[in-house]
């Protein structure tokens, strides 16, 4: 973020995009493309069942018909920020990280490092691995145990 981090984001941008800050604005930034996707959609579908349904005299309102609105915003908006949210879980970090920032002092790992590399420190350490793949969890212990 050029605002916090002048004129050396360049030198800062691992430091940046990993933080804390970073992922809340990445989070609010998704839920906000998703709700606009998912109520363009639901709009769109609605839409399409009132063309399909024209010749039709509608029906007045009740309150099961709210009752079914209400449920739709409230599975559009579960939606967008289970979209949002998940990928920063740590149960699905495996699944959605590519790489991991390790701290300055670890002179082995520059910039944002990816498993296959953090994988092949830890195997040169510990010799022969099982075929196979570690967390990043595992790896990461693993890896502040060689360091410690």
Do not use: H
Request: glycine fraction near 10%.
């Amino acid at each position: 973020d050029g605002i916090i981090y002048g004129s050396s984001y360049c030198q800062e941008q691992n430091k940046c995009l990993t933080s804390l800050g970073c992922s809340v604005m990445g989070v609010i930034s998704t839920i906000g493309s998703q709700l606009s996707l998912f109520s363009m959609v639901a709009l769109s579908l609605i839409r399409i069942y009132g063309i399909i349904n024209s010749m039709r005299i509608p029906g007045e309102v009740t309150m099961a018909k709210a009752i079914q609105i209400a449920i739709g915003i409230g599975l559009i908006m579960a939606a967008s920020v289970a979209v949002a949210v998940l990928p920063i879980a740590e149960s699905f970090e495996d699944f959605f990280v590519n790489g991991f920032k390790y701290p300055e002092q670890l002179k082995v790992f520059i910039g944002l490092t990816s498993k296959l590399t953090a994988l092949d420190a830890i195997e040169g350490n510990y010799g022969r691995m099982r075929n196979g793949t570690l967390s990043w969890k595992m790896a990461n212990k693993m890896i502040d145990e060689m360091f410690s």
